[in-house]
């Protein structure tokens, strides 16, 4: 597997199965704009295939905040430590920042806990129309 911290060689053909059961997912091609928008990626590369099998982002100001928006591995190379090397890579790259953010399904709290994250509350706001990216006509 090979790990990239930028986008050099990454198309958005490169970029098909994600955001799996999303009812209206966002297509590859924006897919790569919001990785391009990220203030920070790793990405995981299968070396054979050279498909993106995993990515990570972060959204910070460089200062004091950041935010982990995705974090996602393609369900063929889940269970095989891509997304735990996908946010040790990323806690990394974070490593000045005094706090870092991120929400989760309960499910995934003992993943993020294991690199010493606290359970915290937040507040979303989810408009479902524009999980595309695309505004719907």
């Known amino acids: 597997m090979q790990y990239k911290y930028n986008l050099d060689d990454i198309s ?3 970029l098909r199965g994600f955001f799996v059961d999303w009812p209206n997912p966002p297509s590859p091609q924006t897919h790569l ?3 391009e928008n990220s203030n920070k990626v790793v990405i995981a590369v299968d070396e054979q ?3 993106v099998v995993g990515f990570i982002t972060a ?4 200062v004091l905040s950041a935010y982990i928006p995705f974090l996602e591995v393609l369900p063929a ?3 095989r430590g891509i997304g735990k090397e996908l946010i ?3 806690l990394e ?3 000045n920042i005094y706090m870092i953010d991120l929400c ?3 499910d995934l709290i003992p993943l993020y806990k294991k690199f010493g994250m606290i359970r915290s509350n937040g507040m979303l706001l989810r408009n479902y129309k524009m999980q595309s990216g695309i505004p719907n006509e």
């Open 88 to 90: 040790k890579r990323m």
């Open 59 to 62: 959204i910070s100001d460089g």
């Open 77 to 79: 190379h889940k269970n």
């Open 104 to 106: 989760c399904d309960d």
């Open 93 to 95: 790259e974070l490593s």
């Open 12 to 14: 958005s053909d490169m």
């Open 33 to 35: 704009k919001l990785l």
């Open 49 to 51: 295939s050279k498909q």
